[in-house]
Nanobody, 125 residues
Framework: VQLAESGGGMVPPGGSLRLSCTAS????????VGWFRQTAGKERQSVGS????????VYSDSVKGRFTVSRDNAEDTIYLQIDNLRPEDTAVYYC???????????????????WGQGTQVTVSS
């Protein structure tokens, strides 16, 4: 399974971005996908997760109400919509996938087997 993030960039505070995570590979099938972020010198933290068909999502408390995870299985793409961006949202954002328990969404980092390379989001005026 290969995952590729895109859509990062520099935006002013209050702006919005939509990140994409495109999945590929012979062994890929729709499964649970999580979004995480990491800044230099800090641990990777969870942002949100979506189950295989989009019927379940879960978010970390720090982003609830501003971040939305969705997916389009016809395009093998999972999205992270980020609204009302704040400087503290600046980070490298990663998507990750797991094959176990596809009906569940989880914020547990260690549950994920496959990771993308990340995309940089910078919030600055």
């Amino acid at each position: 399974v290969q995952l590729a993030e895109s859509g990062g960039g520099m935006v002013p505070p209050g702006g919005s971005l939509r990140l994409s995570c495109t999945a590929s590979g012979e062994t890929y099938r729709p499964s649970t996908v999580g979004w995480f972020r990491q800044t230099a010198g800090k641990e990777r933290q969870s942002v949100g997760s979506i189950n295989w068909n989009g019927s379940k999502t879960v978010y970390s408390d720090s982003v609830k109400g501003r971040f939305t995870v969705s997916r389009d299985n016809a395009e093998d793409t999972i999205y992270l919509q980020i609204d009302n961006l704040r400087p503290e949202d600046t980070a490298v954002y990663y998507c990750a996938a797991r094959h176990d328990e596809p009906w569940a969404a989880t914020l547990t980092l260690d549950a994920y087997e496959y990771w993308g390379q990340g995309t940089q989001v910078t919030v600055s005026s």
